[in-house]
């Protein structure tokens, strides 16, 4: 099983480039979420796509936009990337329902200079 | 916003010994639930358990159990018979009931010793 798959794992961007990272999940599941981990930090929410079509901002989304192009599959990309996003980024799923539990891909670590 | 603390960066515990590491949430909704997650090295996410808000009873997973004050808003993780494969990072998280957003708090780091 596959689960939540995230490419690339690993990123070199110099300041101002642009990229996407790229999240698809082979569970059905309709929610699913990019985070970005910080040493001290945890793991902020970025931006939630509760469905198919709709995304919500949380609480660092400044930088940043998604696509949820279909069920599986929901982007990020960095349209100017400034070295306060170097971070480690996580993409995660979960089905509908509440008490699920959110599953993980590998992460990407993403390096600005 | 929900919030949601752990006021300890950092734990350690004697191979075998229990230990509790603590978490507290803000939160003005009445349905939610909560989640604790390991993230050893290898940097995989991994549930250790989960508490629905409705429920009274605190949830068990073997040598996993927690405290959970709804009132107080607080949701700690106890570890008994602490295990060397037990040292990660343990990370609290809260899901709203009313969407499906989900936070975390800035987690604690386990280090077990033997």
């Known amino acids: 099983n596959a689960g939540v798959t995230q490419t690339p794992k690993f990123q070199v961007l110099k300041t101002g480039q642009s990229m996407t990272l790229q999240c698809a999940q082979d569970m059905n599941h309709n929610s699913m979420y990019w985070y970005r981990q910080d040493p001290g930090m945890g793991l902020r929410l970025i931006y939630y796509s509760a469905s198919e079509g709709t995304t919500d901002k949380g609480e660092v989304p400044n930088g940043y936009n998604v696509s949820r192009l279909n069920k599986r599959e929901f982007s990020l990309r960095l349209e100017s990337a400034a070295p306060s996003q170097t971070s480690v980024y996580f993409c995660?799923?979960?089905?509908?329902?509440?008490?699920?539990?959110?599953?993980f891909g590998q992460g990407t670590r993403l390096t600005v200079v | 916003a929900q919030t949601v603390t752990q006021s300890q960066p950092e734990m350690s515990v004697q191979e075998a010994e229990t230990v509790t590491l603590s978490c507290t949430y803000d939160t003005s909704e009445s349905d939610y639930y909560l989640f604790w997650y390991k993230q050893p090295p290898s940097r995989q996410m991994i549930l250790v358990i989960r508490?629905?808000?409705?429920?009274?009873q605190n949830a068990t997973e073997n040598r996993f159990s927690v405290n959970f004050q709804k009132a107080a808003k607080s949701f700690s993780l106890k570890i008994s018979d602490s295990q060397l494969g037990d040292a990660a990072m343990y990370f609290c998280?809260?899901?709203?009931?009313?969407?499906?957003?989900?936070?975390f708090g800035a987690g604690t780091r386990l280090t077990v010793k033997p």
């Open positions: 998280a809260y899901r709203s009931g009313n969407n499906n957003d989900m936070r």
């Open positions: 508490q629905e808000a409705y429920k009274q």
């Open positions: 995660a799923s979960s089905v509908e329902g509440f008490n699920t539990e959110a599953f």
